[in-house]
């Protein structure tokens, strides 16, 4: 298998325009070999899109982090896919942990979601992970199967192609405690070898990203798991220097 390592900065509700431009002013001239992708605010996103592009070449894709379950209408806050498309997005997050959690979306919404946002040709990272009480539980099997079937019911093998998965612990999103690359590569082995086959994926080729507390120090060792394909990263992808640290982590494998 050929591995496509992804580094993901998920910027969340985080950067001014000011910040935008003093990030990619330290990012240019940098080399990176993997896909280098950022999701800023909605409202940042043609900003970031042409420094992005400026700096990282075609290594770079910008995203959203949401986007509506519906093409257009009376649905005052959201942001249509159609939207994001037609300004040059290349993928949106359906399902952060933040969103079902804060928002309560849950896999029904999410599957519409991620339906539509393939439909009109946005790549999606679908998001899903325990809690710390569902694993504490032993239930963390059961929970992100539960995410996967219902949240990709529905789409076509041909679709599936345009979907990454992001396998994201809620217990180490932005806590500072990172899962072990045993625990992040026993879900990924899982998630790739017990789930992904069922619902329609061509499981060697599916990008499987870890996500909780990825940082520069800890990054490498994750990326040598068999079965991690990338990180998708908040806290450390505010920071220019740690994001240029994880993309080159990643050039390395690529
Ligand atoms: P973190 O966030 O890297 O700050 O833990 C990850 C995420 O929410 O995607």
């Known amino acids: 298998m050929t591995r496509k390592i992804h580094i993901v900065g998920n910027w969340k509700m985080n950067?001014?325009?000011?910040?935008?431009?003093?990030?990619?002013?330290?990012m240019s001239g940098v080399v990176v070999k993997c896909q280098s992708w950022i999701t800023p605010q909605s409202i940042h996103i043609p900003q970031v899109k042409k420094l992005g592009e400026d700096a990282l070449g075609n290594m770079f894709q910008v995203g959203a982090q949401n986007c509506s379950h519906k093409t257009s209408g009376a649905f005052t806050g959201d942001v249509s896919p159609t939207s994001l498309k037609d300004i040059g997005v290349g993928f949106t997050l359906v399902g952060h942990s933040e969103r079902r959690a804060i928002f309560?979306?849950?896999?029904?919404?999410?599957?519409?979601?991620?339906?539509?946002?393939?439909?009109?040709?946005?790549?999606?990272?679908?998001?899903?992970?325990?809690?710390?009480?569902?694993?504490?539980?032993?239930?963390?099997?059961?929970?992100?199967?539960?995410?996967?079937?219902?949240?990709?019911?529905?789409?076509?093998?041909?679709?599936?192609?345009?979907?990454?998965?992001?396998?994201?612990?809620?217990w180490a999103i932005g806590t500072g405690v990172t899962a072990t690359p045993k625990q992040a590569q026993d879900a990924h082995d899982f998630i790739r070898n017990k789930?992904?086959?069922?619902?329609?994926?061509?499981?060697?080729?599916?990008?499987?990203?870890?996500?909780?507390?990825?940082?520069?120090?800890?990054v490498e060792e994750l990326l040598n798991c068999t079965d991690i394909d990338g990180a998708l990263v908040g806290g450390a992808s505010l920071k220019p220097s740690d994001f240029m640290k994880l993309c080159q982590a990643g050039s390395k494998l690529n």
């Open 104 to 170: 309560n979306e849950g896999n029904q919404l999410l599957n519409q979601k991620t339906i539509l946002a393939l439909n009109e040709g946005l790549k999606v990272i679908f998001c899903v992970g325990e809690t710390l009480e569902e694993r504490e539980q032993g239930k963390t099997e059961e929970v992100v199967k539960t995410q996967l079937e219902e949240g990709l019911k529905g789409i076509s093998a041909g679709q599936l192609t345009d979907v990454i998965i992001a396998y994201e612990p809620v």
């Open 195 to 218: 789930v992904l086959g069922s619902v329609g994926f061509k499981i060697d080729d599916v990008v499987i990203l870890y996500g909780g507390s990825v940082k520069p120090d800890n």
């Open 15 to 26: 950067q001014t325009s000011n910040d935008i431009d003093s990030f990619f002013k330290e």
